[in-house]
Each structure stands twice: as structure tokens, then as C-alpha cells.
């Protein structure tokens, strides 16, 4: 596996790669890696001829200093992880190589970003557009895969790939849990021993939500789940919102439409985790 630093050395390498002919599969992670970005890499693995993953805390989408400073960070760790699933390109730059200069872009998505993590992390998915449309312009990948933990993320990342006329096809991948049905998370490993203990509380309700869908409205069924995960010590929801899988706007029926999905941002003592559950999709 290679290991990069800087822009010029991945274009070179990338530019012999695609001069090959071979087809370039993206994951980008901000490290901390666990089996739900290996399961990325594995994917692109399958589907691609060459694998580069990228692995950088981006400032600009930290709303919060406090996370940044505390996001967990162990690049060794990671590249021996990404050799053992045959990564073909590790890509670790420094924030000189992505912000030269101040990115000072404004992007637009509308609607998408006003909901959720949007509302709640003002200038988080900017962030997460300005290095996203970066690494895509120093990859130039066929394919770029995203894991639908982060729901509204891959949204944002296909409206700003068609903003952008990108060529790259975005693909969204399945949630990986623990056995206990704990979405994984880099921030996982910040949980105390009791916190992680009780954190399955948060897919367990919403997967045993999906049973009330017929019996509950969507209100009396979005009171539940945070009625239920704020009952455990150290448990406080910030949002469950019930949307429309495609606009991101809540839904009051569950006949409202074809695709709907709940999303949820739970803190456990100081961190915060996500994790959602799709209620319908025809
Ligand atoms: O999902 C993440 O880890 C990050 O938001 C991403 C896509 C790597 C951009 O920094």
C-alpha cells in the first residue's frame, strides 16, 4: 500500500493508475477507522480496479472545537487496518496540502441542510462540501463511497457532486453495527464503560419502533423514541426527526410518501452520536 502525503505525489501515482485504464474507487474518512470503513474500502475493493482512502480531520466542519480537539486520531493503527483490506493508496495529507489557503466557498443546498444535523451543526456540512469537492479534484475517483450512518451527509454529497457536475457516481453504503446493534463510530471509543453498555439502547428503539408504525401516528411514534432514550442515564436526544428519505423534510402521515426515514442525534454524556432506521421505502 502506498502511503501519500502531499497533492503532487497522489496525482502523479493517480495519473499512471488511470493512464492503466483502471477504474479509481474514493473513501474518504477522517480516520479513527473501524469494520464500517473497512466495509467501504471492501466494497470499493470489489467493485473497482484501485482503492485510495483518504484519512483527514477537516477542520472546517467542526462546529465545535471541543469535538475537533477530542476526535480520536491514530494514522499507524489505521494504515496497518487498511493494509490487512488490501487499500491499494492511504492518502494522508497535512492541512497545508488541503487548505493551502483559506476555503472561503459558500455552498447552497437548500432545504437539505436547513433539518438535522444541518440545524443543529451551523457549518458543518459546508465543511464537509468545501474537503469533499477537494479530495474529489485531487482524486478524481470513478466511484466515491459513504456510509448512511451519516444519512443527510450523503445526501449533501449528491446534491453538491450534481452542483458541481462531478463526474464521480456516489455510492451509499449500509450502516455497520456492533453485535449489539450500536451503529459504529469513531466516537464510540469515547463512551465510558457504562455509556457504552447502554448504548444499544439507541438502535434497539428504533429498530422496535418499526413494529408501531401501523399502530402509532408519526408524532405519537417520534414522542416514543425520545420518551424511551432519554430515560437512560446520560441520554438526552437532541433531534429524531421522521423525514422524507429524499427531501429531508419531516413528514406528519406515514403515507405522506414513498421514503421515509427517522434520524436521530443522541448526546451520551459529551458525545454525540447519530444513527437513523428507514420506517418505509417502496
Ligand atoms: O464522514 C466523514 O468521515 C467525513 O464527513 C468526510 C466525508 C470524510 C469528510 O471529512
Redo the contacts with the bound molecule.
Keep these: 500500500m502506498y502511503k501519500i502525503k502531499t497533492v503532487s505525489e497522489l496525482q502523479s501515482v493517480l495519473k499512471q493508475v488511470q493512464n492503466q485504464g483502471k477504474q479509481i474507487g474514493f473513501v ?3 480516520g479513527a477507522l473501524h469494520e464500517g470503513h473497512l466495509s467501504l474500502v471492501k466494497q470499493a475493493k470489489d467493485e473497482c480496479d484501485y482503492v485510495v482512502v ?1 484519512v ?3 477542520p472546517n ?1 467542526f462546529n465545535d472545537p471541543k469535538d475537533l480537539e477530542k476526535y480520536p486520531r491514530d494514522i499507524d493503527r489505521d494504515s496497518e487496518l487498511l493494509s490487512t483490506v488490501h487499500c491499494d493508496l492511504l492518502f494522508a495529507p497535512g492541512i497545508e496540502d488541503i487548505y493551502p489557503e483559506e476555503d472561503t466557498r459558500k455552498f447552497e443546498f437548500g432545504a437539505l441542510e436547513t433539518v438535522m444535523e444541518g440545524r443543529y451543526r451551523p457549518g458543518h456540512f459546508n ?2 462540501a468545501q ?2 469537492s477537494r ?1 474529489f479534484d485531487y482524486c478524481n475517483p470513478d466511484k466515491a463511497y ?2 448512511l450512518k ?1 444519512f443527510q ?1 450523503v445526501a449533501i ?1 449528491q446534491d453538491m457532486a450534481e452542483q458541481l457536475n462531478c463526474t464521480v457516481e456516489i455510492i451509499a453504503c449500509p450502516i455497520i453495527r456492533e453485535d449489539d446493534g450500536l451503529a459504529m463510530s ?1 466516537r464510540n471509543v469515547r463512551l465510558t464503560q457504562e455509556q457504552r453498555k447502554n448504548a444499544p439502547v439507541i438502535a434497539k428503539t428504533l429498530f422496535d419502533s418499526c413494529n408501531f408504525v401501523s399502530k402509532m401516528s408519526v408524532e405519537e411514534l417520534r414522542n416514543h423514541v425520545m420518551h424511551e432514550i432519554n430515560l437512560t442515564d446520560e441520554f438526552k436526544v437532541e433531534y429524531f426527526e421522521i423525514v422524507d428519505g429524499k427531501t429531508l423534510q419531516g413528514v406528519d402521515n406515514w403515507e405522506d410518501c414513498n421514503y421515509i426515514v427517522g434520524c436521530i442525534a443522541v448526546f451520551v454524556g459529551e458525545v454525540r452520536l447519530i444513527d437513523n432506521v428507514i420506517y418505509k421505502k417502496r
Design positions: 474518504p474518512t477522517m483518504s483527514f480531520v477537516n466542519q465543511g464537509v474537503v469533499v479530495l459513504f456510509g451519516d451527509q454529497i469513531s
